[in-house]
């Protein structure tokens, strides 16, 4: 049940950054493009997202339960350090560059377009740089400790 559910969720998702723009990389690079023909649309979707999650987040911070039974696991660091700072320098210059984010990039993938397949390479391929980066840190501080 819960895949199918995660398969329906996801979904709904997928045609939701479809029909908002979000899967377009020039609308997205039009947003942020504040000093050139700045389109200001998708502030919309975002303040939207952001209205829909505040309640859904707050709803979710008093359940120890999701609706469909599993444990909540929700976000509990709060301090704004340097390797927050860094990464969202990096997603930020990533989305401007390449005008896409993770989630509209992978519902972009069911389009075949080469744009969407390129980024979600180079999507992946950060991930992989950075968990090999972590393990190594980590190692590095257990052989200190």
């Known amino acids: 049940m819960n895949i199918v559910s995660a398969l329906i969720v996801g979904l709904v998702f997928g045609i939701g950054l479809t029909v908002s ?19 200001p649309s998708l502030a919309f979707v975002m303040g939207g997202a ?15 339960r999701s609706l469909l039974g599993e444990a909540m696991r929700l976000p509990t660091a709060t301090a704004i350090d340097r390797r927050l700072v860094l990464g969202s320098l990096a997603f930020g210059a990533g989305w401007g560059i390449g005008g896409f984010c993770p989630g509209p990039a992978l519902a972009s993938l069911a389009t075949g377009s080469p744009k969407a ?6 999507m992946l391929a950060g991930m992989l740089v950075f968990e090999l980066l972590e393990r190594r840190v980590v190692a590095s501080r257990a052989r200190t400790a």
């Open 50 to 64: 952001i209205l829909v999650g505040l309640f859904a987040f707050r709803l979710a911070g008093k359940r120890e």
């Open 117 to 122: 397949l390129i980024f979600t390479g180079a």
């Open 21 to 39: 723009g979000m899967t377009n990389p020039a609308k997205v690079q039009g947003f942020l493009d504040l000093a050139g023909n700045w389109d």
